[in-house]
């Protein structure tokens, strides 16, 4: 018994197929007409791909403001009046975000008073910021030269296409000419298909900039007026006092020691015990 198989249910997917190999053949001949510009214009389209890509990744909440320090943040007050500060800051400065680096800046003992600090947390944030904007340059370049690429590529195209009708001196036929002028806009719709997702890529990116910006000034605001209303510099005084404080095991030797020494009051304060950043 013979047995008979039907390919009349593949039938669509190889019209499909078909379908699928006609469209690629028209943009690999779409993106060969535009000559030279339309590879420039290509080139454009792979930069801002991965620029875009890379900023948005990198520009997300979690990797700017991490949600475990931000709620640290935003209970100070607490943390502070529990003597804590310390432990804050090294916080801080083990964070590898801008609002942990901001925030280091914020708490550095070096700094006497809240005018100090806040000049210094606005330089940091300034320089964080331009972190931030890494690569909108680049989509800048793009959104401007993609365009122009498009055009200088149809200028060229229709001078080539003129020129030719010059030599031969046949202008019977005007299909030739459609033709020809066709080909040479190319480019620009291939200018134009790259530089308008630029557009919005960018604004997009700028937008979530200047609102992580606005995110990061309030808690830095937050931060520099609940640590100097608490003491400020003099919140590690007073933990790496009562540090020192602590009732350390009895050894069975100390009854044979004399009374320990008084230590300076100011010596055992001295910046080198203070906390200080690795960055």
Same mark, same amino acid.
């Given at each position: 018994?013979? %047995?008979?198989?039907?390919?009349?249910?593949?039938?669509?997917?190889?019209?499909?197929?078909?379908? #699928?190999?006609?469209?690629?053949?028209? =943009?690999?001949?779409?993106?060969?007409? /535009?000559? =030279? *510009?339309?590879?420039? $214009?290509?080139?454009?389209? *792979?930069?801002?791909?991965?620029?875009?890509?890379?900023?948005?990744?990198?520009?997300?909440?979690?990797?700017?403001?991490?949600?475990?320090?931000?709620?640290?943040?935003? @209970?100070?007050?607490? =943390?502070?009046?529990?003597?804590? &500060?310390?432990?804050? *800051? @090294?916080?801080?400065?083990?964070? #590898?975000?801008?609002?942990?680096?901001?925030?280091?800046?914020?708490?550095?003992?070096?700094?006497?008073?809240?005018?100090?600090?806040?000049?210094?947390?606005?330089?940091?944030?300034?320089?964080?910021?331009?972190r931030l904007q890494t690569g909108l340059?680049?989509?800048?370049?793009? $959104?401007?030269?993609?365009?122009?690429?498009?055009?200088?590529?149809?200028?060229?195209?229709?001078?080539?296409?003129?020129? %030719?009708?010059?030599?031969?001196?046949?202008?019977?036929?005007?299909? $030739? =000419?459609? &033709?020809?002028?066709?080909?040479?806009?190319? %480019?620009?719709?291939? /200018?134009?298909?790259?530089?308008?997702?630029?557009?919005?890529?960018?604004?997009?990116?700028?937008?979530?900039?200047?609102?992580?910006?606005?995110?990061?000034? $309030?808690?830095?605001?937050?931060?520099?007026?609940?640590?100097?209303?608490?003491?400020? @510099?003099?919140?590690?005084?007073?933990?790496?006092?009562?540090? @020192?404080?602590?009732?350390?095991?009895?050894?069975?030797?100390?009854?044979?020691?004399?009374?320990?020494?008084?230590?300076?009051?100011?010596?055992?304060?001295?910046?080198?015990?203070?906390?200080?950043?690795?960055?």
């Amino acid at each position: 018994m013979e %047995t008979v198989i039907s390919l009349s249910g593949l039938q669509p997917v190889f019209a499909v197929l078909e379908v #699928d190999a006609s469209v690629n053949q028209k =943009i690999w001949e779409f993106l060969l007409s /535009g000559g =030279i *510009f339309m590879g420039f $214009i290509a080139i454009c389209s *792979f930069v801002a791909f991965a620029v875009a890509i890379h900023r948005l990744i990198s520009l997300r909440w979690r990797s700017v403001l991490p949600p475990e320090l931000v709620g640290r943040l935003e @209970r100070a007050e607490r =943390i502070f009046q529990q003597g804590h &500060a310390i432990e804050l *800051f @090294r916080e801080l400065d083990a964070s #590898d975000s801008p609002i942990g680096r901001i925030g280091c800046v914020a708490m550095l003992p070096e700094h006497g008073t809240r005018e100090e600090a806040q000049d210094a947390v606005e330089a940091t944030a300034r320089e964080e910021v331009v972190r931030l904007q890494t690569g909108l340059s680049a989509l800048e370049v793009v $959104i401007t030269i993609a365009p122009l690429l498009g055009l200088l590529g149809t200028v060229s195209g229709l001078v080539t296409v003129f020129a %030719t009708l010059g030599e031969n001196g046949d202008v019977s036929d005007p299909s $030739i =000419i459609a &033709a020809g002028i066709a080909k040479a806009l190319n %480019t620009t719709i291939g /200018g134009l298909a790259v530089a308008v997702p630029t557009v919005i890529v960018h604004s997009f990116l700028q937008k979530r900039i200047e609102a992580l910006a606005a995110r990061m000034e $309030i808690l830095m605001g937050h931060l520099l007026s609940t640590f100097h209303r608490n003491g400020g @510099r003099a919140l590690y005084e007073h933990e790496l006092a009562e540090q @020192r404080r602590e009732p350390v095991a009895e050894s069975p030797f100390t009854s044979l020691q004399g009374p320990p020494e008084q230590e300076d009051e100011e010596e055992s304060l001295e910046m080198g015990e203070f906390p200080r950043s690795s960055n």
